[in-house]
């Protein structure tokens, strides 16, 4: 789990990172009903997620010296202090929306893609998922988000775990629907079928399914 401020610091951390994994860009406001809440399972998350997904903070960092002169401080990681801007917030939200076709709904969001460490682009977008949290639980589609976030890193560690070593060297995707779907079938709170819940675009959506 890590505090980000501009695109640029994920490609960069990514890098660095240099592996084929999930990568979850995290669009919570702590102004948002329910963003306490999530915000309290930073620390949780972070060591949950491991090795096996990079979970992105967007509008948050923990550089004490912030350039924004109206911010919100947290509680992050490590019992570390981090700041929340909405003026990063924004400039983030708005460069994805230029180059995606998702549009931010608002409300507490991921968007689900994966790293690409052998290709001229860190980050792959050619197969992200984008999932409205709240909509979900309003829709009773989840139970909450965080049964949702244990069952997708566990989800993504078992996709990554059960695959033999030269598979996944010779592998261009990770499957992001799969792990998903997993995540959904799991974290589900009433049974619906998958497939009827993925057929709400206000709740999921793809690179290929989106029409805003």
């Known amino acids: 789990m ?4 501009t695109y640029e610091e994920i490609e960069k951390r990514e890098i660095e990172i240099g592996e084929k994994h999930l990568v979850v860009f995290l669009f919570v406001r702590p102004s ?9 399972e930073f620390n949780y998350i972070h060591y949950n997620s491991g090795s096996y997904c990079s979970i992105y903070a967007i509008g948050y960092t923990n550089d ?14 490590q019992n570390s202090e981090w700041y929340y801007s ?7 939200k708005r460069y994805l ?3 995606l076709k998702w549009r931010y709904s608002g409300e507490i969001e991921m968007i689900i893609l994966q790293s690409n460490p052998d290709g001229g ?6 197969n992200y998922i984008a999932v409205d949290v709240l909509h979900g639980i309003r829709k009773e589609y989840i139970e909450s988000f965080s049964r949702f976030m244990e069952s997708l890193i566990r989800s993504s560690q078992s996709q990554v775990e059960v695959k033999p070593a030269i598979q996944k060297a010779v592998s261009n995707q990770i499957k992001i629907k799969d792990i998903v779907c997993d995540a959904i079938g799991e974290s589900k709170r009433i049974p619906i079928s998958v497939k009827k819940i993925l057929k709400d675009r206000l709740f999921y959506h793809t690179s290929k399914s989106y029409s805003g």
């Open 2 to 5: 890590f505090a980000v401020n």
């Open 32 to 40: 948002l009903n329910g963003a306490k809440e999530i915000i309290d």
């Open 64 to 77: 004490s010296m912030s350039k924004y002169d109206s911010f919100a401080k947290i509680q992050g990681i």
């Open 86 to 92: 909405d003026a990063t917030f924004v400039q983030f």
């Open 97 to 99: 929306e230029k180059r």
């Open 121 to 126: 682009n860190i980050l792959n977008f050619t």
